[in-house]
């Protein structure tokens, strides 16, 4: 038998995930799709929105890592 057989890959994969210190991961009606510090699908209801680069310059100066809307990666 497997000690871990209970468990899904889902579970497996959130456990040995890094830990974001952005708040939208706990909340259960996020307002945003994507987290802008690590990218993750924090809001699944959220449409995925096609953003210009005018939106995108808007979200790096506001030091966003990742774009809330398409989850496109702002910052490397």
């Given at each position: 038998?497997?000690?871990?057989?209970?468990?899904?890959?889902?579970?497996?994969?959130?456990?040995?995930?890094?830990?974001?210190?952005?708040?939208?991961?706990?909340r259960s009606?996020?307002?945003?799709?994507y987290c802008?510090?690590?990218?993750?699908?924090?809001?699944?209801?959220?449409?995925?929105?096609?953003?210009?680069?005018?939106?995108?310059?808007?979200?790096?100066?506001?030091?966003?890592?990742?774009?809330?809307?398409?989850?496109?990666?702002?910052?490397?």
């Amino acid at each position: 038998m497997q000690a871990f057989s209970c468990v899904n890959r889902e579970e497996i994969s959130t456990m040995q995930r890094k830990w974001c210190p952005n708040l939208n991961h706990r909340r259960s009606n996020a307002p945003v799709r994507y987290c802008p510090n690590c990218g993750e699908v924090v809001s699944a209801n959220i449409i995925v929105k096609k953003c210009s680069e005018e939106e995108h310059a808007e979200s790096r100066r506001r030091r966003n890592a990742y774009c809330t809307d398409c989850g496109a990666q702002l910052i490397k």
